[in-house]
């Protein structure tokens, strides 16, 4: 078997490590709550500010930054058609005047949010038994048996949100998964037969489509704008009791709890904390605000018994909400990327870099010719905020990018050589095939790849002096599932050798 020698922007790269909206290394400890403090650290003598400036940096500088308008809570009202005569996008519901009378608020807002969260019924074939391999992810009641036989089907229930009067259904991928004959009741008792229109297992989210009228929709709130300790509703179909509500609060923000198939390199976990009462059959339901808004789409639960006991995790609605419009638009995930390695910024180095506290995200390395690259970041710049929003954990900087769409230009934050700059970088985008697109008429067989499922182009000469290499061929993409993926290889990385043998151009490889 060959073996492959690669270079990762002239650093030693550990396997897991990946860069933004990839498999990006964490500690568990890391997995902190957001926080709407506003960034600080010294502004001691600049050191290296020809380098920046020469780069696209500019000094930031707190006596003109203007403050940036908060999302529109009712953003997601309408969509425009896409061009070329495709199907009209749905049209989302605005925002509900407020709830005045506090003695009625949990009333008003489940008799708002109640009447758009549907059950989802399906059946699964499975070639051997389902296994339950996320303690985290519980779909099935865990006193349900297993049938031994080589191929069985499963019956499957959960929830979902009806977002617009025409029928679509926003809910999560793993109800929805290898399913067949999918049916859909609506709190009035009405029975729909099911479309799988696509979904998007790097984040949990797919679209059905039933065929009605005059539906309702639910009302679409602001994740970003979501605090710790607000009250929130959960809504679901829980072990078939179905138009369950239930209530709690925001436990915390900004939560990986790793249940996203590792296999999928831009897998994006930033969940709502709840401890609202959420158990099997609440996957794809509603996290509602007591003015009934969704906010998040319940997800999963931590628990050792298959029940709830007090953790549960829902979806952002904001990045649900982009996951949608792309599958619509474009039939599947359109995927922005910086094209940097990341790694958390811990306690002892925040204090070696002149921090006041660990926050951010720090680039490990940028890949050759990436929008970061591009935009002359650097190993060691630490990303402190996106658009003027903090960013303080790696997922945190995950998620701000991902609810981007490619060619977005973004105003970052970088902390350098003890001072905070501003730098401007035009996003990229995912190569496809690292973005696996399930689509309603998929045969779910797995695809075939050739050889190590990676492109590559030669580096050109100002490349080779920048990455300190002698030749080597750039790795442009990876194909989700390949050879090449499953033994690390990543985007922007630099194959400088096969077996010993140096490579230099496409055709020694070949």
Not at 77 to 83: D, H, L, N, Q
Not at 307 to 320: S, T
């Amino acid at each position: 078997m060959k073996k492959l020698a690669v270079l990762l922007s002239g650093v030693a790269v550990v396997v897991l490590m990946a860069w933004v909206l990839t498999v990006a290394t964490q500690s568990p400890s890391g997995n902190m709550a957001r926080s709407d403090r506003s960034i600080s650290g010294s502004q001691g003598p600049a050191q290296g500010v020809e380098d920046a400036t020469g780069s696209g940096f500019r000094e930031y500088r707190t006596d003109r930054q203007e403050p940036r308008p908060g999302a529109d809570s009712i953003a997601w009202r309408s969509s425009e058609r896409p061009e070329g005569g495709e199907k009209e996008m749905p049209r989302i519901s605005g925002k509900y005047p407020p709830i005045g009378n506090p003695n009625h608020v949990f009333v008003n807002a489940a008799r708002r949010i109640l009447p758009t969260v549907v059950s989802i019924h399906s059946m699964r074939r499975f070639k051997h038994p389902p296994i339950d391999f996320l303690p985290f992810f519980r779909d099935r009641d865990p006193d349900e048996g297993d049938d031994e036989d080589n191929e069985m089907e499963s019956p499957g229930s959960g929830s979902g949100i009806l977002i617009s009067p025409d029928g679509y259904i926003m809910t999560n991928y793993h109800v929805v998964e290898d399913a067949s004959d999918l049916n859909v009741i609506l709190f009035d008792k009405r029975e729909y037969v099911a479309e799988l229109v696509g979904g998007d297992p790097t984040t949990d989210v797919a679209v059905l489509k039933i065929e009605g009228t005059a539906l309702p929709a639910a009302f679409i709130g602001n994740s970003d704008s979501v605090q710790i300790g607000e009250w929130v509703m959960a809504i679901g179909n829980p072990l078939n009791f179905t138009s369950t509500v239930t209530t709690g609060i925001v436990s915390a923000l900004g939560r990986n709890i790793n249940i996203i198939d590792t296999r999928y390199r831009y897998r994006v976990e930033n969940f709502i904390q709840t401890d609202a009462v959420i158990n099997p059959g609440n996957s794809g339901g509603a996290l509602v605000n007591l003015n009934g808004e969704v906010i998040g789409m319940n997800t999963a639960i931590a628990t050792r018994n298959g029940y709830y006991q007090g953790y549960g995790f829902a979806i952002p609605v904001n990045l649900a909400k982009k996951v949608v419009d792309d599958i619509l638009r474009y039939g599947r995930v359109r995927r922005a990327i910086l094209g940097v390695v990341i790694q958390p910024v811990d306690d002892e180095e925040a204090k070696r870099e002149g921090m006041t506290r660990p926050m951010g995200a720090r680039i490990e390395s940028t890949g050759p010719g990436s929008p970061a690259d591009k935009a002359g970041m650097q190993r060691g710049d630490i990303i402190l905020a996106v658009d003027g929003e903090s960013v303080n954990s790696v997922n945190d900087l995950q998620i701000k990018i991902a609810q981007h769409q490619p060619g977005d230009t973004v105003t970052l934050l970088v902390w350098r050589d003890r001072r905070k700059w501003e730098v401007d970088v035009e996003l990229g985008e995912a190569p496809a095939a690292s973005v696996p697109a399930v689509r309603g008429n998929d045969d779910g067989e797995e695809p075939e790849f050739d050889n190590l499922g990676i492109s590559l182009r030669g580096l050109s000469a100002d490349e080779q002096e920048r990455y300190n290499v002698t030749g080597g061929l750039l790795i442009e993409s990876v194909t989700t599932g390949s050879p090449a993926e499953k033994a690390g290889v990543i985007p922007f990385s630099i194959l400088v050798s096969i077996d010993g043998n140096n490579l230099n151009t496409v055709e020694e490889f070949d």
